[in-house]
């Protein structure tokens, strides 16, 4: 069981908050962190993946969502509709600590009804683990920026060449990282194939599907470079409205992230596309049929393809611990038409103009 700095983040907000999603990729562990939420309150948890349960939901929302507090709802996108009953709980009696729920598609993704809790709803990203969650380690490197702290030490890294390579190829994913190579591969391949068979099809009813995979495999071949999707879409036969509408699909069940640009208003000559990066790093790899042994080839291709990996495997890890902390409201990329880039600008905000562009990390 590893320590998710995410658990102390919900049991430091719920008494603060009416209702809190944990949103992020299927098997990322939200569930084993809304069960321990729920053992320590001595409640149940209700879960929408159980088709009987679902069923009942669906049936009488209002009731389903009756109960001590938190009521914990897992998978609560199977059922949009309970949102309107925990809604109308509210109006009754509007405490903080109501509800908490957990989904494996963006809360802005689904439908209208979904909406339902807009100003009663705090939203708090669950991602795959991160090198501190897995080694066991404090991470303070963005929080320590943020305050002021250099957030540096002088101490020369003893990490090689090979142990990144080896961090990038096994992802963040928890089941994944129990496995070895070989079984993680295969584990890797499930993933993707029912991620897009079972929760992107519930999103939307797709004209041409069967493309789907092989979409993921161009926006795979993108990560950590400004996206293109009409190149993606060229690529495997879309038009590229069609793509676009894909691209957006991929993103709402968490496959895909689109860092969008920071600053366009600083000057003209800055670029106004979004970069594109893979959310975990292990699925990238393999999508790309990256091994260790052709990533620690010095060709120009695998330098290259190592490099793009490289990159998306850092901003992640400072998004992960972006999302921990409270000091930050803007996070993406900058980028000139003249090639001029920063790869990750975090703002923090003031109290006095609200916004503090100066105290920004770049990476």
Known sequence: MVARRVEALVAFRLPEEQVILLEGPRSVGKS?????????HRVDVLDLDDLATRDA??????????????????????????????????????RPGRFLLTGSTRHTALPTVAQALTGRLHRIPVLPLSQGEIAGV???????????????????????????????VAGGFPLALQRGPAARNRWFDDYTRLTLERDVRDLSRL????????????LAGQTAQVLNITAAAAGVGLDRATADSY???LEAVFLIHRLPVWGTTLTARSSASPKIHLVDLGVAARLLRLTPAKLSERTPSALTEFGHLLETFVVGELLKQASWI????????????????????????????????????AA
């Open 32 to 40: 084993t962190l809304l069960r321990a939420a729920a053992a320590a």
């Open 138 to 168: 404090l991470e303070r490197f963005l929080a320590d920026l943020l305050s002021g702290d250099s957030g540096l030490t002088r101490d020369r890294s003893t990490t090689s060449r090979d142990d990144y390579i080896n961090r990038v």
């Open 207 to 218: 004209r041409q599907g069967a493309v789907l995979p092989a979409l993921t495999n161009k």
């Open 326 to 361: 409270d000091d930050v409201a803007v996070t993406g990329h900058w980028r000139t038409h003249d090639n001029d880039e920063v790869d990750l600008v975090v703002e923090k905000p003031t109290a006095s103009s609200g916004w503090d562009s100066a105290s920004g990390v």
């Open 57 to 94: 939901a669906a049936a009488d929302p209002a009731l389903f969502v009756a109960g001590p507090s938190p009521v914990c709802v897992d998978e609560y996108q199977h059922v949009p509709a309970v949102l309107d009953a925990l809604n109308a709980e509210l109006n009754r009696d509007g």
């Open 247 to 249: 691209v957006r699909l």
